[in-house]
């Protein structure tokens, strides 16, 4: 009786069950591995997606702040619009008038109830963002000018407006929730500051 070589007889059930052990911990390992990389690219497009989001929101708040040209009454005038800027910006509501496309509209921003939302002309509110954290926030300038104006007497002119926003993402509760802030200190108030200077004859 003749014995085979090595290399004839096959393999046996043992090295069988060890290869398939190891390639089990293989699969297993490289599942791991992707299942990570794929939470941590689902965190980054998130947060990409928040930021977009945020930067569009800021940017429509800067825009027409910047065309502003008073702070409203909570009705404004009808023939003068808001010439007598007698409502102060809060820091979750900024009204006013803008000059923009040869009109001037009634803008209003509110953050309320985790939400930024936007009106014109006193018309229905649309939502720019949602999932907002409690520390966003319009920062309002802590010194104010007041110059002579012989018409209305004394006006409080707010020649600049700051933005904070904060959003959870993805949303509020999530069990990985991270949070993505934009913010701009200072947006200045172009036609509130030129009527400003106009009226004191000095920059405000």
Known sequence: MTRMARGEEGITLVEVLIAMAIFAL???????????LNGRANGMSQSNQAIDQLQVAEQTIVRDVHA???????????????????????????????????????VEF??????????????????LLSNLDPTSAFIIPTSQTTPPL??????TYYTSIGVTLTMDSPRVGASQMTKTTVADSTVEVWNVEYACSTAQGTPC
């Open 26 to 36: 293989v699969v297993v390992s490289v599942d791991a591995s992707v299942t990570v």
């Open 68 to 106: 502003a040209n008073s702070w409203c009454t909570p009705v404004p005038n009808p023939t003068y619009g808001c010439a007598t800027f007698t409502q102060t910006p809060s820091a979750t509501d900024l009204k006013f008038t803008a000059n923009m496309d040869g009109a001037t509209p009634t």
């Open 110 to 127: 509110q953050i309320t109830g985790g939400s930024l939302t936007m009106k014109k002309n006193n018309g229905a509110a649309m939502t």
């Open 150 to 155: 012989p018409v209305v007497g004394n006006t």
